[in-house]
């Protein structure tokens, strides 16, 4: 096939900088921001602010304190609960990968919460912790422990016996099979329970506030909504947004630093290798 | 010479239980029994299913066997340990592992420092002919480099016995042939005994000093062979000798009517 022309036509800034990606990113990017200028400009702020309006308010409600105090807020118990879930999360999910009396016991109960949208537990919520900080990290907690949960679960439990038995063949005890073949075999998926988990947790932190305690990121666009500030409400939810992104990103970046045996076995870079011909099947 | 290992009617019948009272019984050794003698070079052939992997998996101890006894000089074979090795044929290798880490985990299991281990590890690293790869890792070699490995992690263990499950059945003719010759040259270099499982005929006599032959359905030892060939056998047409021939044609014919046997419509 033919490879991707690496240096672009238009705008030659660097030879090489603008790759045929690139420039589909930013056009994509420039068109989405000239719709929604266009956009507001047409219905009116009270509606959809557009982008220029929004980022004056940005800076605005960032100068003010409000913005960064809100994240503060939110932040908050977003960390305890997710570190919480990720750090009950892992030795469940392995214990349950390890030992299928422990899976037996729990299975049910994890099933039945992953599958059930956890803001219809919101009200139950309230009535056993009220709407203070602890209310907001057990729906941060229950949002994003399940994930963790499964996919280190399944991370375990599916390790191929193909790479265990040469270990257990050369006289490998249990305990060093587990640390020599288990853990590391298992420690991608749990890497992807902890990224999953992270953008769930963002989730649910803002829809705590939203549901049940108007405060922090989510108690700013309840607030700003009552009086029909689109303009803030959007910069909060740039916020969110390059808050999941951002923190997911970096979460990815420590996977591929960590497990660069992964890399080359994905269906993208088998693509690659084959492109052109259909995979059969 | 005092026989290096011995298995004396050696028996195993997998049992499944498909709930209740339903059993499904497979018997896939009975009453198999074998000597090989130290530094023996053995090949086992026999039709798919037939229990050759069994019996390599219970001579390394991988899974228990029924009935019967097996001793290697002289001490019965409990859990799998470093006085034998095996290599798989899927190769097995760990891929988060490098080459040279690949290598050194029998080492490693063993308690072995890293100080101790390096000078082991890079010396059957360079006897497999994989000098300059110890830093890649499985991913990114072909699959006869793999098998290098597989058979270096075994070497490391420095193992009286090693036991190889179709180790080249998955590589192309001419690395296979390759592969051939290196492992005589390594097993007449290191004074090992080998029992080498394969679907080649082929392979079975050129590589041996006896091929055992096994029928299917339970598993038994059909006939044994000795193969008289000169050694070393990769410096002359060993292939195109009377002998090679016949033997070939020989253990071809037993496999046909054991297949023969197999396909006809089981009376049970
Ligand atoms: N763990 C197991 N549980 C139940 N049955 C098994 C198990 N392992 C093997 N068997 C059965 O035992 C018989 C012998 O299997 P084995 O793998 O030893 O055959 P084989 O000679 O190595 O075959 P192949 O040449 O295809 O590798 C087969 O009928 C197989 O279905
Ligand atoms: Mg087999």
Same mark, same amino acid.
């Given at each position: ?6 240096? $672009? ?9 603008? @790759? ?10 420039? =068109? ?11 219905? $009116? ?9 929004? &980022? ?12 960064? =105090?809100? =994240? ?9 609960? *997710? ?5 009950? +999360? ?9 030992? %299928? ?7 049910? *109960? ?6 059930? !949208?956890?803001?219809?537990?919101? !009200? ?15 729906? &941060? ?14 991370? &375990? ?6 790479? &265990? ?7 490998? @005890? ?9 853990? !590391? ?23 705590? %506030? ?5 405060? $922090? ?6 607030? *700003? ?17 390059? =808050? ?8 990815? +970046?420590? %996977? ?16 690659? +290798? @084959? ?5 059969? +099947? | ?105 029998? #080492? ?50 420095? /193992? ?6 179709? /180790?080249?059945?998955? #590589? ?11 492992? #005589? ?32 359905? /339970? ?50």
């Amino acid at each position: 096939m033919a490879t991707v022309p690496r240096t $672009g036509i238009l705008l030659p800034l660097k030879p090489g900088f603008w @790759t045929r990606d690139r420039l589909v990113r930013t056009t994509s990017y420039i =068109l989405a921001l000239a719709i929604w200028e266009i956009t507001g400009r047409v219905v $009116g702020p009270l509606f959809l602010a557009g982008p220029s309006q929004v &980022v004056i308010s940005l800076v605005e409600v960032t100068l003010s304190g409000e913005l960064p =105090l809100a =994240l503060l807020v939110s932040l908050q118990a977003f960390f305890v609960g *997710y570190v919480f879930a990720v750090l009950v +999360g892992i030795p469940l999910g392995m214990l349950m990968g390890r030992f %299928e009396s422990v899976e037996r016991f729990f299975e049910p *109960y994890i099933s039945a919460f992953f599958v059930t !949208p956890v803001s219809a537990f919101v !009200p139950m919520i309230i009535i056993w912790f009220g709407i203070g900080i602890e209310a907001r990290v057990t729906v &941060v907690f229950s949002f994003c422990f399940f994930d963790v949960v499964i996919n280190t679960f399944n991370g &375990v439990r599916d390790v191929r016996y193909e790479l &265990v038995e040469p270990v257990r063949s050369l006289g490998a @005890t249990q305990r060093q099979i587990f640390q020599k073949v288990i853990l !590391p075999a298992a420690a991608p998926f749990v890497m992807s329970g902890i990224r999953l988990g992270l953008g769930r947790a963002i989730r649910g932190m803002v829809i705590a %506030e939203l549901l049940l305690a108007t405060t $922090g990121l989510g108690g700013m666009i309840v607030t *700003y909504s009552a009086v029909f500030r689109t303009d803030v409400i959007f910069a909060v939810i740039i916020v969110i947004v390059v =808050l999941g992104v951002g923190s997911v990103r970096i979460l990815k +970046g420590l %996977e591929s630093w960590l497990f660069p045996w992964k890399e080359s076995s994905t269906i993208r870079s088998g693509f690659e +290798g @084959t492109a052109g011909s259909v995979p059969e +099947g | 010479m005092e026989n290096k290992i011995v298995l004396r009617d050696v028996s195993k019948t997998f049992v499944k239980r498909n709930g209740g009272a339903k059993e499904n019984r497979v018997d896939a050794l009975k009453d198999v029994s074998l000597e090989v003698a130290d530094q023996e070079f053995v090949s086992i052939v026999g039709p798919s299913g037939c229990g050759k992997t069994t019996l390599l998996r219970i001579i390394d101890g991988l899974i228990p066997y029924d009935r019967g006894e097996i001793t290697i000089n002289g001490r019965p074979v409990g859990a799998p340990a470093q006085d034998r090795g095996m290599v798989f044929q899927t190769f097995g290798l760990l891929p988060w592992r490098t080459v040279a880490d690949n290598v050194g985990i029998g #080492l490693e299991i063993s308690g072995m420092e890293l100080q101790k281990r390096k000078p082991i590890v890079q010396r059957w690293i360079e006897v497999v002919g994989l000098a300059g790869f110890e830093s890649h890792y499985p991913h990114e070699l072909s699959g006869g480099m793999q098998q290098r490995v597989g058979l270096a992690r075994v070497l490391a263990i420095n /193992p009286a016995v090693i036991l190889m499950d179709e /180790p080249f059945g998955a #590589l192309d003719a001419q690395t296979r042939e390759l592969m051939q010759e290196e492992l #005589l040259r390594i097993w007449n270099q290191e004074k090992k005994t080998v029992i080498f499982i394969t679907h080649s005929i082929d392979e079975a006599v050129y590589l041996s000093d006896r091929v055992i032959v096994m029928s299917a359905r /339970p598993g038994q030892i059909a006939e044994v062979l000795n193969v008289r060939l000169k050694r070393p056998r990769w410096n002359y047409d060993v292939r195109g000798t009377p002998e090679f021939t016949e033997l070939r044609a020989h253990i071809w014919k037993m496999l046909r009517q054991d297949r023969a046997g197999v396909a006809a419509p089981p009376g049970d």
